[in-house]
């Protein structure tokens, strides 16, 4: 079975700043995309990065300049680098992947959602 672990969530002041890491376990075969989302209350699950298997990446408008996605294929790991952090940003964010299992076939899998909070 695979699993998305995420760590790094929190509380930060505005133009601080927080570090996301996911990690996937499981029988994994390989890794394709893998990225994040986010969800503030009353809105709906955006992506926020992405980046592929060649490490092209890609962001939300309102994130660039501000946040780097990166990935270790060595860790099967995905990490996102939020500076200047805005009280907007502030949402439920999701680590998403989309990979293939030795028994599970290639779908998305989901981590559980780390709170990022961003407030003087």
């Known amino acids: 079975q695979v699993h998305l672990v995420e760590s790094g969530g929190g509380l930060v002041q505005p133009g601080g700043s927080l570090r996301l890491s996911c990690a996937a376990s499981?029988?994994?075969?390989?890794?394709?995309?893998m990225g994040w989302y986010r969800q503030a209350p009353g809105k709906q699950r955006e992506l926020v990065a992405a980046?592929?298997?060649?490490?092209?990446?890609n962001y939300a408008d309102s994130v660039k300049g501000r946040f780097t996605i990166s990935r270790d294929n060595a860790k099967n790991t995905v990490y996102l680098q939020m500076n200047s952090l805005k009280p907007e940003d502030t949402a439920v964010y999701y680590c998403?992947?989309?990979?293939?299992?030795?028994?599970?076939?290639?779908?998305?899998?989901w981590g559980q959602g780390t709170q990022v909070t961003v407030s003087s």
């Open positions: 998403h992947a989309y990979l293939s299992s030795w028994y599970e076939g290639t779908n998305d899998y």
């Open positions: 980046i592929n298997i060649g490490g092209n990446t």
């Open positions: 499981g029988s994994i075969f390989s890794i394709n995309d």
